[in-house]
């Protein structure tokens, strides 16, 4: 089994108005936000990231995700749930082999116009992969958009390509108020859970990567 570890602590926390997310929501403004297209990256905060756009924020993140992997130039890393791909193209700055596969169409068409040719439009439930192809696989707040059996299955898929030199983070909370506060802002989320529940998941699927959780405070 892999460790609890933070590698996205260079991201600054977004400022998050859990109260008007709660007011705004519906189950149309879910099923919209379900289809990652434009108004989930691009649209109003609402239905999501309320505009996606690149920042330079994940340059330190690719530089820790080196150091933390002991990556070397040249080697392959996939980043499942790459949305346009910013973190693939810092990897690339930095001389890494990196990819991003994600199943928005819009996001993957909107991608880093430096990275044309390494996004790809896929799912993290069928990777379309050999065994052990990537020397590390990433999947950023991805897995829990599935329910709890699918993602159990995802988790093996990034098992499968990445033999175990992965780094996953999902959404989770610690305590009952920090649960009540994520269930008013969560849009997209199928499973969620405290995180003994998540490790107990990653046995179950043979996921022996790193991880990390999403708290909503």
Known sequence: MGREINLLRSIPRSKRNVAARETAKSP???AESKRFGEKYFDGPRDYGYGGYRYDGRWKPVAQDLIDHFGLSRGDRLLDVGCAKGFLVKELVELGIDAYGIDVSEYAVHHGHPDIIGRLHLGSVEKLPFPDGSFR??????????????????????????SLGSAFVRVDSYRTPEQKKIFESWVLTAEYHDYPNEWIRLFNEAGYTGDYYWTIIE
Do not use: F, K, M, Y
């Open 136 to 161: 590390c696989v990433t999947a950023i707040d991805v897995v829990h958009n599935l329910p709890r059996s699918r993602a159990s299955g995802a988790l093996r898929e990034i098992q499968r390509v």
């Open 28 to 30: 149309e403004v879910i």
